[in-house]
T-cell receptor, first 115, second 112 residues
Framework: DGGITQSPKYLFRKEGQNVTLSCEQN?????MYWYRQDPGQGLRLIYY???????QKGDIAEGYSVSREKKESFPLTVTSAQKNPTAFYLC??????????????FGPGTRLTVL | AQSVSQHNHHVILSEAASLELGCNYS??????LFWYVQYPGQHLQLLLK??????LVKGIKGFEAEFIKSKFSFNLRKPSVQWSDTAEYFC??????????FGSGTRLQVQP
């Protein structure tokens, strides 16, 4: 089955700890994205990557970091510098590579709770 | 910076009622437009998309949306809703930066 997997589904961490959220896709998509979803605010873009070893900050990148060492994987680290990390995190991917539109496919999400 | 507005935050309808959810964006250039839906406990999935051609686009499950360039709008419609349409609906815009800008979402509750 082709798709996007995110693990774990639920994650609890103590305040001040860094935590890494996993995102893997087997769709052979070039581009990958991380969004944060909060009630009443929709999805906000954290980081995105159009190609391996390259990524760009989104609208709310402060307190987050990413890497893109492999085409299939785009892990997100929520650092202790993120002031309000408790949220639902969604990973997405798209074909990119010059297509005229950008239909994104989403994973099931990880709900992070910082205690 | 571009933004997307969804003015209806929570809509409650009875089955068979007609639906229209508003979406407006602020960007003067060429855009690609999307509606995504998130059913309870499920992945966010694409309902429909517009990137060129006929401004009236049809999507899955009987949904359609009309792009009105002069009004910067991309409203979602369905003539007769069903209980299974209960979900959260997100409008999104691609202005060419290769990532989407989403609206805040509209929670639709359909009562049987």
């Amino acid at each position: 089955d082709g798709g996007i997997t995110q693990s774990p589904k639920y994650l609890f961490r103590k305040e001040g700890q860094n935590v890494t959220l996993s995102c893997e896709q087997n769709l052979n998509h070039d581009a990958m994205y991380w969004y944060r979803q909060d009630p009443g605010q929709g999805l906000r873009l954290i980081y995105y990557s159009q190609i391996v070893n390259d990524f760009q900050k989104g609208d709310i990148a402060e307190g987050y970091s990413v890497s893109r060492e492999k085409k299939e994987s785009f892990p997100l680290t929520v650092t202790s510098a993120q002031k309000n990390p408790t949220a639902f995190y969604l990973c997405a991917s798209s074909i990119d590579q010059g297509v005229s539109y950008n239909e994104q496919f989403f994973g099931p999400g990880t709900r992070l709770t910082v205690l | 910076a571009q933004s997307v507005s969804q003015h209806n935050h929570h809509v409650i309808l009875s089955e068979a009622a007609s639906l229209e959810l508003g979406c407006n964006y602020s960007y003067g250039g060429t855009v690609n437009l999307f509606w995504y839906v998130q059913y309870p406990g499920q992945h966010l999935q694409l309902l429909l998309k517009y990137f060129s051609g006929d401004p009236l686009v049809k999507g899955i499950k009987g949904f359609e949306a009309e792009f009105i360039k002069s009004k910067f709008s991309f409203n979602l419609r369905k003539p007769s809703v069903q209980w299974s349409d209960t979900a959260e609906y997100f409008c999104a815009v691609d202005t060419g930066r290769r990532a989407l800008t989403f609206g805040s979402g509209t929670r639709l509750q359909v009562q049987p």
